[in-house]
Antibody, heavy 121, light 107 residues
Framework: EVQLLDSGGGLIHPGGSMRLSCAAS????????MNWVRQVPGKGLEWVSS????????FYADSVKGRFAISRDNSQNTVYLQMNTLRLDDTAIYYC??????????????WGQGTLVSVSS | DIQLTQSPSSLSASVGDRVTITCQAS??????LNWYRQKPGGVPKLLIY???NLETGVPSRFSGHGSGTNFSFTISGLQPEDFATYFC?????????FGGGTKLEVK
């Protein structure tokens, strides 16, 4: 059974840093692109970042480029999102998602349960 | 960036009804469009990928159509668990983008 377990969220002050983790199991992790998607509670979905299966290429939304960094450890079946210089408008539930294929341009066929990041002074 | 305009933004219906949601893309996206359902308090779930392909295990009352810039999603015979929010999403080019969502409520 495919499982994605998101963790690392919490309350953080503006300008602070936080690292999210997503532990994957139940599939061949190194064969799939991985992504982060966020959602302000009660609002729409926003793609944040993607990393190809090998980890060799990464992609970001303009809203987080230069502040966030996605990475993966294919030996530990884990994907990370390092978030720096956090802003109030980064407050959201962050979901780890699996891409069907190795490239980010594919459907998100599995989602983690989400981890809430609250940026507040 | 490719903008996806979903309509309506909300919709009231009854169990057994047939409902259709549309998603219009600002640029041609071929057949690179998906549909997700998010139940209240839940996580989005992939229902349809590549415009019209039903994800494994998804009931056949869900269907999708379209190409280019105009797409539709239909539920034929609403069930209680279908009262939720639905999102379209394009994966033709980065940044990946979602429609604003359609909230389907009980009439």
């Amino acid at each position: 059974e495919v499982q994605l377990l998101d963790s690392g969220g919490g309350l953080i002050h503006p300008g602070g840093s936080m690292r999210l983790s997503c532990a994957a199991s139940g599939f061949t992790f190194r064969s799939h692109a991985m992504n982060w998607v966020r959602q302000v509670p009660g609002k729409g979905l926003e793609w944040v970042s993607s990393i190809v299966a090998s980890g060799g290429r990464t992609f970001y939304a303009d809203s987080v480029k230069g502040r966030f960094a996605i990475s993966r450890d294919n030996s530990q079946n884990t994907v990370y999102l390092q978030m720096n210089t956090l802003r109030l408008d980064d407050t959201a539930i962050y979901y780890c998602t699996r891409g069907r294929y190795g490239d980010p341009k594919s459907e998100f066929d599995y989602w983690g349960q989400g981890t809430l990041v609250s940026v507040s002074s | 960036d490719i903008q996806l305009t979903q309509s309506p933004s909300s919709l009231s219906a009854s169990v057994g009804d047939r409902v259709t949601i549309t998603c219009q893309a600002s640029h041609h996206i071929s057949n690179f469009l998906n549909w997700y359902r998010q139940k209240p308090g839940g996580v989005p779930k992939l229902l349809i990928y590549g415009v019209s392909n039903l994800e494994t295990g998804v009931p056949s009352r869900f269907s999708g159509h379209g190409s280019g810039t105009n797409f539709s999603f239909t539920i034929s015979g609403l069930q209680p668990e279908d009262f939720a929010t639905y999102f379209c999403q394009q994966y033709d080019r980065l940044p990946l983008t979602f429609g604003g969502g359609t909230k389907l409520e009980v009439k």
